[in-house]
């Protein structure tokens, strides 16, 4: 005699953070870096390919239960407009050209070979450690968002359309 498993119902609250997950997966804010004006110049293409890595990230967050559904072209975006304020350690240098790599290949775009080094491949444990915070501050700040939103307190300052992701700057200690 075999047993069947039976999958476990979701609760209701499981449900409805799953929900509201999906949602905030396509209408968050895009959480940046604050740098004097540098986060207007974060390119289209990138933004436009947030909401889909957003999607794919909550699967993934539900099949393994671990983790924050960011990914690593989230972790990039937030980082773009501080490469453009001061030169950064070698550090946060290793972490952006990670992410960098990273985001090309989930957009399938061939990186030039100087930026291909061997050393941007790999993130020791530390590294991984620190992009891991960074993933996670970038998480609370969008849930904080959304929970504003949900309260009525849209931010005034952006006026953008509605098939558009609204940018917020917030800044991290790490960075």
């Keep these: 005699m075999t047993l069947?498993?039976?999958?476990?119902?979701?609760?209701?609250?499981?449900?409805?953070?799953?929900?509201?997950?999906?949602v905030g997966a396509l209408t968050d804010p895009?959480?940046?870096?604050?740098?004097?004006?540098?986060?207007?110049?974060i390119p289209e293409r990138l933004k436009q390919q947030i909401p889909l890595?957003?999607?794919?990230?909550?699967?993934?967050?539900?099949?393994?239960?671990?983790?924050?559904?960011?990914?690593?072209?989230e972790a990039l975006v937030y980082m773009f407009p501080r490469t453009m304020e001061a030169p950064m350690t070698s550090e946060q240098t290793k972490l952006y050209f990670?992410?960098?790599?990273?985001a090309m290949k989930f957009m399938r775009v061939e990186v030039p070979e100087e930026l291909k080094l061997k050393k941007y491949e790999e993130l020791n444990s530390y590294e991984?450690?620190?992009?891991?915070?960074?993933?996670?501050?970038i998480w609370d700040r969008r849930l904080n968002a959304r929970k504003e939103r949900a309260r009525g307190e849209t931010n005034k300052m952006s006026a953008k359309s509605s098939n558009e992701l609204d940018i917020k700057p917030t800044q991290q200690s790490f960075f």
């Excluded at 069947?4 to 999906?22: A, F, G, R």
């Excluded at 895009?30 to 110049?41: L, S």
């Excluded at 991984?128 to 501050?137: A, E, G």
């Design 53 to 73: 890595e957003r999607l794919i990230m909550n699967m993934k967050v539900i099949r393994e239960k671990k983790g924050v559904p960011v990914g690593d072209l």
């Design 4 to 22: 069947i498993d039976v999958p476990k119902q979701p609760n209701p609250k499981e449900v409805d953070d799953w929900v509201s997950d999906l």
């Design 30 to 41: 895009i959480i940046v870096f604050p740098a004097g004006g540098w986060e207007n110049d």
């Design 128 to 137: 991984m450690h620190q992009l891991d915070n960074l993933k996670r501050f």
């Design 98 to 102: 990670y992410c960098f790599n990273e």
